[in-house]
């Protein structure tokens, strides 16, 4: 049994949430094209090229429905989280998730005995959720940096595949954590991730598993990911590393009230170390809008790895640990039992009385929604590959669907993480169709868009300093004010190509909260600003992003 094609009668323009918005759900449309059937069925899924398109001008991108997803989600086999697998995936399916990753810490109680029994809980929550896709994954130390999340598609070697990944590999097992400028072990250890990834790579390339990926999870937290690290995991396998967190979890952190006035969004509360990378300025341990600091400057981190005419994808998710205003606990220990003789933590128990806490359960604030042309698990990792992906908070969209085409060009043009083949001069115009909140959050309120970016940056090719962070041609070149605007429209934005090959990108907000971006106004007149330590109310200051679509000029 294969994945399943959608219908032809799934209009191209409609995103899933969209026929939310319309009284048509998401998972109605995936029943009514008899995709359940083959929810697990792991068919073919195609990588896209990373080279410049060939052959004719032009391009043509599949119909795409978008499923709703969260990569960063913990469990009891987390030595410092509390939740069960089913308490995860109730929550997941009350905010309308559609897949979700188990990404839990590494650790010798994890790799020794959390991996196998998580596998058995995996299969037990496939099994009893069977309208979500549940992927098992790894929060890997990465060698002389962060974290990132590594899941594979399901199969016979999902769970070896990551124990052996996981004692191979883990940075904090190996005791490979070294990472500041000067220290003798740093070489080897950015050298150990770089192998890691090829590692990776080549367990997919033999078929021993379908599929796998790599998302780098909060870079900007510790500012222990340099730009070369994260350039050197990208090239070591673009295919495998496709990506990192544009905002991290932990969302609620900085409620007011909650977990004092230092408080910041993330938990981004962080002092450069030693061990953070020299070139990146104290303000980039922050969040802006919620976002890391990487993804919300324009013309920062993102761009000067975009213009370098690369995918690399963005995310969000929750990283549910403990969430805010929740009242259950960790249950207590058996005597002599510890979370490295069993690799599990015992059940929670409730309190009835609210218990710290800095997360959103999975889908409740945090959402990554991937582009698909089948429904199932390789599927979404396809999505994910080829970029077709938007982000967003507090609900802000029902939906998002961006198309860029040639005006001379009749057919549906290419999406989020798509290449279009130009001549130079030639006019195009950029198709951005928004449906708005229809129905109120889970904080109460109907969130309303009020304007739409389009950020702009030459593509230059690799760059020489690979630890740049900067990307001097990137800027937001128009901004469209929607403030009022309902239901579902369509923006048309007018381009033209110039000489040189470039991408363009999207991200809005609900207009609580801006001002000039990182590198100014003439680069971002209206982007995401710090907010005030301890006065961080996400409901109230929420934005989407997505990813980019390149466009290549013939000759540029």
């Not at 005006?407 to 290419?414: L, Y």
């Not at 007149?525 to 929420?542: C, I, K, L, Q, S």
């Amino acid at each position: 049994m294969t994945e399943q094609q959608l219908p032809a009668w799934a209009d191209p323009s409609v995103s899933p949430a969209r026929l939310d918005a319309q009284g048509v759900s998401r998972r109605g449309l995936l029943r009514r094209a008899g995709l359940f059937g083959a929810a697990f069925a792991l068919g073919p899924a195609a990588t896209p090229a990373l080279a410049s398109p060939r052959g004719g001008f032009g391009g043509e991108d599949p119909r795409l429905a978008y499923l709703v997803g969260d990569h960063h989600v913990h469990s009891v086999y987390s030595h410092d989280a509390k939740y069960t697998f089913s308490q995860q995936a109730r929550a997941a399916a009350k905010y309308g998730l559609d897949w979700m990753v188990f990404n839990e810490h590494s650790n010798f109680g994890h790799a020794s005995y959390g991996a196998k029994l998580e596998h058995a809980e995996i299969l037990k929550a496939r099994a009893e959720n069977p309208r979500q896709l549940i992927f098992q994954g790894l929060e890997w130390y990465i060698p002389a940096a962060e974290h990132c999340t590594v899941f594979a598609a399901p199969g016979p070697h999902e769970t070896d595949l990551l124990t052996r990944f996981e004692l191979a590999y883990d940075g904090k097992l190996l005791g490979y954590t070294e990472g500041s400028a000067d220290a003798a072990d740093t070489a080897r250890n950015e050298a150990h991730a770089v192998k890691a990834v090829k590692w990776l790579a080549e367990q997919r390339r033999s078929g021993y598993v379908d599929d796998v990926l790599v998302l780098a999870n909060h870079p900007l937290r510790l500012g222990i990911d340099s730009p070369h690290e994260m350039r050197n995991w990208r090239d070591a396998a673009p295919e495998i590393m496709v990506g990192m967190e544009g905002a991290p979890g932990a969302q609620g952190a900085a409620i007011p009230g909650r977990r004092g006035s230092t408080s910041i969004r993330g938990e981004y509360e962080n002092k450069p170390t030693a061990q953070s990378w020299a070139g990146y300025p104290a303000d980039a341990f922050l969040t802006y809008g919620g976002f890391d600091w990487a993804t919300a400057t324009v013309g920062g981190l993102w761009d000067s790895m975009l213009a370098e005419g690369r995918l690399f994808t963005i995310t969000t998710n929750s990283d549910n640990h403990r969430t805010v205003f929740d009242t259950w606990k960790n249950g207590d220990w058996p005597a002599g039992q510890n979370f490295d003789n069993t690799g599990k933590l015992p059940d929670p128990v409730n309190t009835d009385t609210p218990q710290p806490g800095s997360d959103f359960w999975p889908g409740e604030f945090s959402r990554t929604h991937v582009g698909v042309t089948r429904y199932g698990y390789r599927a979404v990792m396809a999505g994910l590959r080829a970029g077709r992906v938007w982000l967003d908070h507090g609900h802000l969209l029902d939906g998002l669907d961006v198309r860029l085409k040639r005006d001379c060009d009749a057919g549906r043009g290419v999406t989020l993480g798509g290449r279009l083949r130009v001549r130079e001069g030639e006019r195009i115009t950029l198709y951005v169709t928004v449906t708005s909140a229809s129905r109120a959050n889970p904080e109460g309120i109907v969130p309303e868009l009020a304007h739409v970016d389009v950020i702009r940056g030459a593509v230059r090719g690799p760059v020489t300093d690979r630890d740049t962070w900067r990307a001097p041609d990137t800027r937001v070149v128009q901004t469209r004010d929607v403030s009022g605007r309902k239901g579902t429209y369509t923006l048309r934005v007018p381009l033209t190509a110039g000489d040189e090959s470039f991408y363009v990108r999207l991200r809005g907000s609900d207009g609580n909260r801006h001002g000039a971006g990182y590198l100014g106004a003439a680069v971002d007149p209206n982007g995401p600003v710090p907010h005030e330590p301890g006065n961080g109310d996400p409901w109230a200051d929420t934005w989407f992003y997505s990813n980019p679509i390149f466009v290549h000029v013939a000759g540029g």
